[in-house]
């Protein structure tokens, strides 16, 4: 039995919703399929204003753009993170300054942000991690305070909530991403989130390649021209009526991934209890997506020893993120805040399983008794 990391689900009504847009004869962006997925996430999240992108990459770009980040700006993030969230902002001579996370949800640690606050600080990024919230009051407070702004990466957070917040629309900006490795997908794709009404007509403008195009088709203008430095951030209409075929399907592809979820949390509460493992930790105001099921290895297990296992048994149970601030992008674009003790000693410790809409009840029986095997030596 071979049990792949990761399935992109299809809904099975994307091939003929590309039969319609090529039908439609309208092929670049911004046309009917985009128009449909904008209003649907502008109503579902609340944001101000949804714009699709190339990817949560672009999105991030776009937010970097829209906030004049100039070179030598800090920015607060995390250093367990994707590689993007940290390169928007350096494209634009932005540093990054790398912040410790905490340990129950692996997510920015709201009480070492202040810290790591300079004259030259600008944005802090929290970056829900496997759709888990970041503790966005704190962190709006301390934004406030301090005058910064906050840009979410919510990537991973299609779907999850924050009190009764959608992630991504509780900072300033919110970057999703739709890349196929994610809960609802197009391939490669993104939005960003402009909730911030006074940032909504200069994003049009940023991913207009600069222009006011967006203005002039909807006749607020006699014709276009270039306004400010932009790109061209805008997917096709391809990628919008795959995207519009699966957001269609969002709540069922959550409701299945959370059956799943749940599953292994049950399955895995056992070898919590016997201190092998340490299972994902929701805090009560958060609503996830059960975009991702991690566990922590107790100290002392060997990691590679356990990644060994799972790849003699075909399955596809990986770790994740090298911190950012020990890479060597990192140490040459970036500064650590501290020791990062917590991110250093949880991403040697964790392996995620996989988990797809899909994956049967005995597959993930399979998972678990190769994890549980590995740890006790009987495989
Ligand atoms: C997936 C991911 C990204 C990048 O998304 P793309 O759509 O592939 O550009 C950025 N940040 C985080 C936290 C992610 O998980």
Redesign the pocket.
Known sequence: MTISFNKPFMTGKELSLIAEAHFNGMLAGDGPFTKRCHAWLEERTGTKKALLTH???AALEMAALLLDIQPGDEIIMPSY??V??ANAFVLRGGIPVFVDIVEDTLNLDQNLIESAITPRTRVIVP?HYAGVACEMDSIITIAKHHGLKVVE?A??GVMAYYQDRALGTIGDLGAY???E??NVISG???ALLVNDPELALRAEIIREKGTDRSRFFRGEVDKYTWQEVGSSFLPGELIAAFLWAQLEEADQITQQRMLSWNLYHQLLEGMESSGYIRRPILPNNCHHNAHMYYVLLAPGIDRKKVLDEFKRHNIGAVFHYVPLHSSPGGLRYGRAHGSLAVTISQSERLIRLPLWVGITEQQQIKVVEVLNASINGRS
């Open positions: 990817s949560c990459t993170t994707f993007s969230t970056v990466d990537a991973q991403s739709f890349h490795t994610k490669e794709g993104g």
